[in-house]
């Protein structure tokens, strides 16, 4: 019996081009890339392809290229006679034989030097590997590359082959960012509250205050879904079990101390003397000094308070109460 494909959430037109596209080339017997920023879930759509496949019935190996060094990444993939090396003691199937009949996940695709990216060529062009020390040997594999990496971009540099590219890229599957997908994060975000309820083993998920909704919405989810898991499940876990998720604790290092970060012009660490300050100024100054930081930010992004938020590390909420503090509010977005 097949195996049902890894489920997956959402019901933006962005996402469901995504499952038509995979669906239409899962059954194809030919290598592909999967292209999304970091937390798309990559991986995840690479499952789906191989599991929609002719393929389903035979292994899915998946190997992270950006975990192991050269050598050992060589070594991974491809294997190893016992006495090819120092240390090498026995023979170790690599992950391209193990992968035999079935598909091959490379994630981080673009991190494989131009050596590994050589022998994978040549597994994808002509079905054959060596194992270190070894002799060819006829492999049928099918490969998925992903990558958050402009390959073409890295391919005309000469950082990644144009040949291997041209050999993964007979159909490229572009994953959309969850800020593309908006209408999915509050499908998402119940999803994985009512993961950690149980993990919590709570009665019941009472729901989101709508300024915690109004979070979700509003933030910009640059780590994507795994991002948006993250939050969720942090600020379910410190919520009252019984009352509304009331926020959402985006940034975890919020309230954590941090060591201060030397300047590079200071000449030693003592510190210089400071200029005095009248009796009763400090607070003024300190007003003054945080008005012009967030009226120069501003005007830098246009008004437009969101970027601002992000481009000085703050929540947009925090934005919001710091412009009201200091009679910024009225400026136009």
């Known amino acids: 019996m097949q195996p049902n494909p890894p489920s997956l959430l ?14 239409r080339v899962a059954p194809l017997e030919r290598p592909l890339l999967v292209i999304g920023e970091r937390g798309t879930g990559k991986e995840l759509i690479a499952a789906r392809l191989h599991y929609l496949s002719r393929r389903w019935d035979r292994p899915f190996v998946k190997v992270n290229c950006a975990a192991l060094a050269e ?23 690599g992950r391209v034989e193990q992968a035999d009949g079935g598909t091959l996940f490379l994630d981080e695709i673009a991190t494989a030097s131009a050596a590994v990216q050589e022998k994978l060529l040549r597994a994808v062009e002509y079905g054959e590997i060596e194992r270190v020390g070894g002799r060819t040997q006829t492999v049928d594999v099918r490969v998925i590359g992903a990558t958050n990496a402009d390959l073409p ?16 890229a007979f159909d490229v599957v572009t994953l959309p960012p969850l800020r593309a997908r908006r209408e999915d994060i509050p499908i998402l975000a119940e999803h994985f509250a009512l993961g950690m309820v149980r993990e919590l083993e709570r009665a019941l998920f009472p729901g989101f205050a709508p300024r915690a909704l109004e979070q979700l919405l509003d933030h910009g989810w640059p780590g994507n879904v795994r991002e948006l ?25 919020a309230s954590a101390w941090r060591p ?74």
């Open 260 to 333: 201060a970060a030397p300047t590079a012009s200071a000449p030693s660490p003592v510190a210089e003397e400071a200029p005095p300050v009248a009796a009763g100024d400090f607070q003024e100054q300190v007003r003054r000094f945080e008005s012009g930081l967030l009226e120069t930010a501003l005007e830098r992004n246009r008004f437009n308070q969101r970027q601002t938020a992000e481009a000085l590390g703050l929540g947009y909420h925090q934005l919001r109460g710091l412009l009201k503090k200091h009679g910024l509010i009225g400026r136009p977005e």
């Open 71 to 93: 050598s050992l990444l060589d070594s991974e993939l491809f294997g190893h006679e016992a006495g090819a090396f120092t240390g090498a003691i026995r023979r170790q199937i």
């Open 153 to 168: 971009a890295l391919a005309e540099t000469g950082r990644f082959r144009a040949d291997l590219l041209d050999r993964l």
């Open 229 to 253: 898991r993250n939050a969720v499940e942090r600020s379910v876990a410190a919520s009252d079990p019984e009352g509304l998720v009331e926020e959402i604790l985006l940034d975890p290092f």
């Open 10 to 23: 959402g019901e933006s037109p962005a996402f469901h081009a995504v499952l038509a596209h995979v669906s």
